[in-house]
């Protein structure tokens, strides 16, 4: 049995932050069940390099049998190549899996989601993003990827090949966002990861 989680880190997705609704549900059930657990979710700079050098530095000393690491959309990917370098779980929720091919239409200055900062999103971020792309996944069972046939952002077919052999959640509908995430799926990445209420 793997070890109980004792640090947690969840990742939001490209313009998002930890104002996103999973975030702050995520959030919110850790604060009330598991305040032991040390968690992070941090907002994200756009330079990939960067966000990736930021969560390297936070996460450098946890220890990787009991960190796990949540990651949405574009933090699916940032989780994965977490996880592969330091050895630990991995839920993704609707993770992208070529960010460097996807992202290109949005080079230029952009808005966040959820408030009203713009940034730019450099061509350069796309060389950033291809040189951060595991090549493969090592050890499958250390992933959990939450997948919906309805995304309306990413492909199913491609999410689910690019994660086929590690644990499965394949949703008929749904959307990006995963509307019903609280109590649809909640519980599931809990158990996953090992945290049990307390």
């Known amino acids: 049995m793997p070890a109980d989680i004792t640090h947690l880190l969840y990742l939001h997705g490209f313009r998002s932050s930890p104002q996103s609704t999973k975030a702050r549900?995520?959030?919110?059930?850790?604060?009330?069940?598991r305040p032991d657990v040390e968690w992070w979710c941090p907002q994200l700079p756009p330079s990939p390099r960067e966000a990736m050098q930021m969560v390297q530095g936070r996460v450098a000393d946890w220890p990787a049998s009991s960190m796990g690491v949540i990651g949405s959309s574009l933090g699916g990917f940032y989780?994965?190549?977490i996880a592969e370098r330091h050895g630990c779980r991995a839920v993704l929720l609707n993770p992208a899996v070529d960010p460097a091919r996807d992202l290109t239409k949005y080079i230029g200055e952009i808005t966040a989601w959820h408030s009203d900062e713009r940034f730019f999103f450099e061509p350069g971020f796309i060389a950033e993003l291809r040189q951060m792309a595991p090549a493969s996944l090592t050890t499958l069972q250390r992933y959990f990827?939450?997948?919906?046939?309805?995304?309306e952002v990413l492909s199913w077919v491609e999410m689910s090949a690019r994660y086929a052999g590690c644990r499965l959640k394949l949703l008929e509908g749904g959307d990006h966002a995963l509307s019903d995430y609280e109590a649809a799926h909640l519980p599931e990445v809990c158990a996953f990861l090992g945290l049990t209420g307390r």
Do not use: E
């Not at 549900?25 to 069940?33: D, E, F, G, P, V």
């Open 79 to 81: 989780a994965t190549a």
């Open 25 to 33: 549900i995520t959030a919110a059930w850790m604060q009330q069940h």
């Open 145 to 151: 990827a939450i997948i919906a046939k309805g995304d």
